[in-house]
């Protein structure tokens, strides 16, 4: 046990820090820096990069083209990504998708599907939710008929995250409708671009517009699209749901978060001193950056034991859930930070980058979008109360 | 010691209760939202004709004889219906200091058209640095002639754009955050050298950032002693956050019906998501922060003409800090237990939760109440 | 709407006061204030005197001899009492039994027990806690069977209050083993000293004795002290239980808490925190006020009495939690005869410090016992929410 790094170790935060300033197009860096909204071109442009460099994929064995990190290499790497204000990678190719391919698809379908992610030169999207199926997903009831090579699709999907700007979408469809719930789902790759779907906009509550509803109107799929076995599509689902929680804590993310907090409670003024020089705020942070501390070594020992063969398994749901308060938390206080000058609502500065000047200092008209947005946090990937559940049925066997 | 209303407070509260219904069904508000000024002249002039501007007046002052019960009342309707006029700027702030502080001319010119219906009011004081320090101003006001040269800038100034007038709040003494030396001028809004960059906020209001680049006003425009503005300021300042705390109330009141109602429709795994022992537990605790708010705000409805100031600023402080906390708690966990629905803007409880946001945020947060309110009592 | 005092109820405060301060015991006054455990004579002398001024069931019409009293009095004589150092008024007796007596007995027992409540010549213990039936109190087993003109009692119950000074115990008990488990319970009031009772001591956690396991085997209680119908027990229950549920709120005593926390405050990190409690402690005193305004045109307290239940325990917890940070390491030192013999021994640190700690870890109990907070919760999403 050791929290020292190696000097290999070392060398590769270096090379990876290198990487990172001489390819990370300062537009992006600068939009991250400054809390603003990325296009999905600003993802794109650092994906491919990554991707070039072979580390996009960086949590993906040798085999399937990872760089084959050791868990204090992706660790390092996250954190630099981070600390050198690279956008957060899009996980639903890399972090979802990809290791479902891997792990399941025919030989085929690795090798049609994993290269584009590999380069990121393919956006997928998830469509997992419907209206009727949040957190009780096995209700779904997207139907797939089969029809000689063929399936026909039929149904909705909602809460589809960038589905606006996705090429294809992996798909929980129900196709036995008179089995067991679990048992009639399966898993099915679906081009955005065939005739029969339809995406619709759903605005969030800071006006934003990120997720969506996906509409299946007799969509034809080619059958050779099914990823494992027809009605094992569960399997997939709940391996799929296993990965997602882990990369959702977002430590790195959130260490920068306090940073930038800290930064802004460093240039407010409180009785003209700065707002960090007033105890009870300082105080708040303090509880925040241990918070912080205490879950990154909660993810590092997960890392360490995967390291040694495990497998993520039902503990990372807490990961989840602390990750998620910690991110709602980072936002509360930066409202709390900027005050009443949150208050004025810019969306041409906000969601269409125009060069209208802000109210009060550049931060300032992001914190209670943030704030609103970030609530998400404690629902998608499975709700809080539903990792709660998870824990307390496989971990504490209640 | 009686906590029922008369008769006559219920009738009042029945109105509200029908003008909330009848106008601002949620679809309804949106589209008032989305008007030129954000708010319905009509509704403002139907407020006038309720006899709602004047209702918590003195006689003498062309009012209706109520108080802070009153407004408690109608506030606490308008939370439920998110009602956007501006009841708080022009009648609270603006009419309240008026009363207060007012010459008889001042009275007549201003308070009378504003009880009518006819005149509105903003009140300037923050300015970037000021956080919630109400002396933290430094818009200068420099005596020329007969009268005054005001230059500076002016934030977040809620309803500027329709303001007849605009109360400002400047130095015309003394240094950086002293009390003493604020004066409160009655500024015309479409004085010249007064600019404004309007925008709607996070809740869906309207406020400005104003700009006074040697804005000349007159002698005549002082509102109260020159130099001696804080106490009136804090003193309308205090009651502005009763009532914004009665308002929250009705927003708690409301984010929790529709929270209830829809943890008893959504089902998930085959049953309502409200037979979940979590979700119970946390709708009772949303209730509980309700009752607890109401509580409070009761509390400092009743205490905040006391004779005593100190008792007054504890009884703001003191529901401030709790409408902060309950107000958050009820809107974070409405959202939570809506689930996906929750964000996203198409129901009415993410709008309930924008504005209890944006309450905390006004006239001092939870924090720095506590804060005041510690002070206060290790004080006495 | 005002909070304005009238006259005459200024003058009762008064009146109030100056009968505390002329009747209650400078020693029982000492402990409280301190910090130190009652024993029984603090609690049954004061009782008495109130008892002789007419006024220890004051919350109870005046018909079964009640003074009377109004919201406002009512409010009044529990702060005054509790400011000037009394010990609360074990409720057993006064705030359980009694009203369940006057609501559900007949005349003679009216006449029977009424009295020696109201004078606090008889102290009351509570038998309802048994141990597979704590939450889940229907699922009680203590057995009477019906033998001629008695019953016949055998079974056990547990975490009896004060069962060590109690000369009566009021039980449910099951007698009819067959009915669904509400159906089956009856009230049955039992004298201590009734031959096959034995009371063990629980040791709490703090060292004290306060409450108790006690046996019953083949205790033979005459008929005649069945409250109500023989079944129609539960329904004294749940009256008592909702009874007790305001009581139990202890506002007034949380505001004394309040008080000696400001005062022995010098750690300007605490003064927020204890900002924050004092405004709990107002929040839940002007709900429990709106309460008794709407039972005073009428209502009776009905299950949104469980939220005060549920804050007040909180409260008194974080009151406690308080006192103990305050006084930092030097909760540590356990000084047992400090907290309850009358000793000369000093205390090891400040004064105030050998109790922070033991009543730190006792008052844990308050959101256990009286129906547990998450029983309360379950309670008010039931009956008010309907989910
Ligand atoms: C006012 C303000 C100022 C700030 N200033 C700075 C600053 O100066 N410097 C700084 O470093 N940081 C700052 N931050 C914090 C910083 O913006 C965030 O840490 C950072 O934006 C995270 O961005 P990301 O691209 O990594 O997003 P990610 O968290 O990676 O998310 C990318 C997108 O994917 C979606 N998503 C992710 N996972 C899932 C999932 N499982 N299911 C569905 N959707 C998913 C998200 O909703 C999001 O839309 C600031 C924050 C605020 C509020
Ligand atoms: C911003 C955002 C992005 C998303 N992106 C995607 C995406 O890209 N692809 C995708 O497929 N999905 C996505 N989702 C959907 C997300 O996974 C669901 O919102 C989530 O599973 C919750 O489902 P729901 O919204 O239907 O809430 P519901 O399931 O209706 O839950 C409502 C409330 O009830 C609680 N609840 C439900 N069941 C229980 C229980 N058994 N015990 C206790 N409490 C319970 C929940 O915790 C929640 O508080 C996204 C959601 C959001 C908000
Ligand atoms: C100091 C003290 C004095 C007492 N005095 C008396 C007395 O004088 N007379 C008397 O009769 N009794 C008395 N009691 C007993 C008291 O009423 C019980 O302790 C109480 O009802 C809880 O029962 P239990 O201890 O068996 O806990 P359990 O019922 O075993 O509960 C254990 C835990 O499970 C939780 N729980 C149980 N059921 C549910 C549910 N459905 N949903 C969610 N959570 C649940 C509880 O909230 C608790 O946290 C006293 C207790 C104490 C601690």
């Not at chain 1, 979802?96 to 025919?106: C, D, W």
């Not at chain 1, 799929?221 to 094992?232: D, F, Q, T």
């Not at chain 1, 300032?364 to 809080?384: D, E, V």
């Not at chain 2, 009268?147 to 400002?168: F, Q, R």
């Amino acid at each position: 046990m050791d929290l020292a790094f190696t000097p290999e170790e070392l060398k590769f935060a270096e090379e990876v820090r290198a990487f990172v300033k001489a390819n990370l197009p300062a537009d992006v860096c600068d939009k991250v820096k400054n809390g603003k909204h990325l296009g999905r071109d600003d993802y794109m442009r650092w994906q491919q990069a990554l991707g070039k460099k072979g580390w996009l994929v960086y949590t993906w064995p040798k085999k399937y083209g990872g760089p084959g990190f050791t868990p204090a290499e992706r660790y390092i790497f996250e954190n630099i990504c981070a600390e050198e204000y690279a956008p957060g990678i899009i996980p639903f190719g890399t972090k979802m998708v990809g290791p479902v391919i891997y792990t399941f698809g025919s030989d085929e379908q690795k090798q049609k599907y994993l290269p584009a992610i590999r380069e990121s030169t393919v956006w997928w999207c998830q469509g997992y939710s419907e209206p009727g199926s949040g957190s009780d997903l096995a209700s779904l009831r997207t139907r797939a008929e089969k029809n000689g090579d063929h399936y026909i699709v039929n149904g909705s999907k909602t809460w589809n995250t960038m589905g606006h700007w996705a090429d294809w979408i992996f798909c929980l469809v129900r196709t036995d409708p008179k089995a067991k719930s679990q048992e009639g789902i399966s898993f099915l790759l679906i081009d955005m671009k065939t005739p029969g779907i339809t995406v619709k906009p759903i605005i969030m509550m800071d006006g934003g517009h990120e997720v969506n509803e996906v509409f299946f109107d007799n969509v034809k799929v080619p059958v050779a699209n099914l990823v494992g076995k027809e009605n094992e599509g569960w399997t997939c689902a709940k391996f799929l749901l296993a990965n997602e929680r882990l990369g959702i804590a977002a430590v790195p993310q959130s260490k920068r978060g306090v940073e930038a907090l800290k930064e802004i409670a460093r240039a407010e003024t409180d009785n003209g001193k700065p707002l960090i020089a007033n105890q009870g705020f300082a105080e708040k942070i303090a509880d925040l950056e241990i918070q912080v501390t205490a879950l990154e070594f909660t993810e590092l020992r997960v890392l360490s034991q995967m390291a040694h063969g495990g497998q993520p398994g039902p503990e990372v749901s807490g990961l989840k859930i602390r990750g998620s308060e910690i991110q709602q938390r980072i936002t509360e206080l930066t409202l709390e930070a900027v005050g009443e000058y949150s208050a004025p609502y810019l969306p041409g500065l906000l969601w269409q980058g125009t060069n209208e000047a802000p109210v009060g200092p550049d931060y300032a008209h992001l914190a209670a979008p943030r704030y609103f947005n970030t609530r998400k946090t404690t629902i998608y990937g499975g709700s809080n109360e539903i990792q709660k559940g998870i824990i307390s049925k496989m971990v504490l066997g209640l | 010691m009686d906590l029922s209303l008369a008769d006559e407070q219920k009738q009042l509260q029945d109105a509200a209760e029908r003008f909330v219904r009848d106008k601002y069904a949620f679809e309804n508000r949106r589209k008032i939202a989305a008007t030129e000024k954000g708010f319905l002249p009509e509704n403002w002039a139907q407020m006038a004709e309720l006899g709602w501007l004047g209702m918590s007046f003195s006689e003498a002052d062309g009012g209706y004889g109520g108080g802070a019960i009153e407004t408690m009342i109608v506030m606490e309707q308008f939370g439920k219906g998110l009602v956007l006029e501006p009841f708080l700027p022009t009648v609270v702030l603006g009419g309240g200091m008026i009363a207060a502080a007012g010459s008889a001319a001042q009275k007549q010119a201003l308070l009378a058209p504003m009880i009518e219906g006819k005149k509105q009011f903003a009140f300037a004081w923050l300015e970037r640095q000021s956080r919630y320090n109400l002396a933290d101003v430094s818009l200068k006001a420099e005596k020329s002639g007969s009268g005054y040269t005001l230059s500076g800038h002016k934030g977040v100034v809620y309803n500027a754009a329709s303001a007849d007038d605009i109360i400002v709040l400047a130095r015309t003494a003394g240094g950086a955050r002293e009390e003493n030396g604020l004066t409160l001028f009655v500024v015309d809004g479409k004085a010249k050298g007064l600019t404004r960059r309007d925008y709607p906020t996070q809740d869906a209001l309207r406020a400005s950032e104003l700009t006074f680049d040697k804005v000349s006003v007159g002698a005549d425009t002082v509102l109260g002693s020159v130099d001696g503005a804080h106490p009136v300021v804090e003193d309308a300042v205090d009651r502005a956050i009763v009532a914004l705390c009665a308002e929250a109330t009705g927003c708690m009141d409301a984010i929790n019906a529709a929270t209830l109602e829809y943890i008893k429709t959504r089902k998930q795994f085959g049953v309502p998501i409200g037979k979940f022992q979590v979700l119970q537990h946390r709708m009772v605790d949303c209730f509980t922060n309700a009752q607890e708010a109401r509580s409070m705000t009761l509390m400092a409805t009743l205490k905040i003409d006391d004779k005593d100031a100190v008792v007054r600023r504890k009884a703001a402080s003191g529901a401030k800090v709790q409408i902060g906390k309950s107000g958050k708690f009820c809107g974070q966990s409405a959202v939570q237990m809506h689930g996906g629905m929750g964000v996203t803007d198409e129901l009415s409880v993410s709008h309930y939760f924008k504005r209890l946001t944006m309450i905390d945020l006004m006239f001092g947060n939870q924090q720095h109440h506590l804060t005041r309110y510690s002070n206060l009592a290790m004080a006495a | 709407m005002d909070l304005v005092l009238k006259p005459a109820h200024r003058e009762f405060a008064e009146e109030v006061r100056a009968f505390t301060r002329a009747n209650l015991s400078p020693a029982t006054r000492e402990k409280t204030f301190s910090g130190k455990h009652y024993g029984r004579d603090d609690h049954v002398v004061w009782q008495q005197a109130l008892g002789k001024k007419g006024w220890l069931p004051y919350t109870w019409p005046k018909k079964y001899g009640g003074p009377g009293f109004d919201v406002t009095q009512r409010f009044l004589f529990e702060n005054v009492l509790a400011e000037e150092g009394a010990p609360r008024i074990i409720p057993f007796g006064v705030k359980m039994v009694g009203p369940v007596i006057y609501t559900f007995g007949n005349d003679e027992q009216k006449e029977r027990f009424l009295p020696g409540i109201r004078s606090s010549e008889v102290q009351w213990c509570q038998g309802y806690s048994e141990p597979g039936a704590g939450s889940d109190l229907a699922n009680l087993r203590t057995r009477a069977i019906r033998d001629g003109g008695h019953y016949i009692v055998n079974g056990q119950k547990t975490w009896t209050s004060f069962a060590h000074w109690a000369d009566w115990i009021f039980c449910l008990v099951r007698t009819s083993p067959d009915a669904k488990p509400q159906e089956g319970i009856s009230f049955l009031l039992i004298d201590m000293k009734t031959p096959g009772i034995t009371v063990r001591p629980i040791i709490m956690v703090d060292g004290a004795h306060h409450v108790n396991d006690v046996f019953f085997d083949n205790v033979k209680v005459p008929a005649a002290n069945l409250i109500g119908k023989e079944n129609e027990g539960w329904t004294c229950a749940k009256f008592l239980l909702a009874n007790e549920r305001l009581g139990i709120a202890e506002v007034p005593a949380s505001k004394r808490g309040v008080r000696s926390l400001w005062q022995l405050n010098d750690d300007p990190s605490l003064k927020e925190k204890i900002a924050d409690v004092d405004l709990q402690v107002q929040a839940l005193e002007m709900s429990e006020l709106r309460a008794l305004s709407t039972m005073q045109l009428g209502g009776a307290p009905g299950p949104e009495a469980s939220i005060l239940k549920v804050r007040g325990s909180e409260i008194q917890q974080r009151i406690a939690e308080l006192a103990m940070e305050a006084v930092g390491e030097y909760a540590a030192p356990y000084q047992p005869d400090m907290l309850f013999r009358d000793t000369n021994e000093t205390p090891v640190g400040p004064d105030h410090a050998p109790p922070a700690a033991p009543r730190y870890f006792n008052m844990r109990k308050t959101t256990i016992y009286g129906g547990s907070t998450e029983i309360q919760k379950n309670i008010v999403s039931k009956a008010i929410l309907g989910l």
